[in-house]
């Protein structure tokens, strides 16, 4: 996925389509994320479309519940949900970071030689 480190750094624009392949990913994991807390909040809180896509895009980013949850279905979803979206959350960021992360500590060790 990634060059080795012995091979050469990774044209800019071979990079920026990287860059873009992975921000597109990630956001496809974030709207899935949302997407599965907007129909959760919808169906087992009874919230309408835009409370529950509220809700859902406030616990995804870690910010907390907007509206208060009272039948015991929805509470259960509602710890599920936020377990679920803690990874997401990380998982998508650690996505999108990686390219940058990459070239950055290959262009570190672009100078060293193979001993």
Do not use: C, Q
Request: no cysteine.
């Amino acid at each position: 996925m990634f060059e080795h480190r012995s091979a050469p750094l990774l044209p800019y624009d071979l990079w920026i389509r990287r860059l873009l392949r992975f921000g597109a990913l990630g956001a496809v994991i974030i709207a899935i994320g949302l997407g599965s807390g907007t129909l959760g909040y919808h169906y087992f809180a009874g919230f309408d479309w835009l409370d529950a896509a509220l809700n859902a895009a406030m616990i995804l980013t870690s910010m907390g519940p907007v509206d208060r949850i009272v039948t015991d279905g929805a509470k259960v979803f509602a710890i599920v949900y936020a377990l679920f979206s803690s990874i997401v959350f990380l998982g998508a960021t650690a996505i999108v970071v990686a390219p940058w992360l990459h070239r950055l500590l290959h262009r570190l060790h672009a100078d060293e030689g193979d001993d």
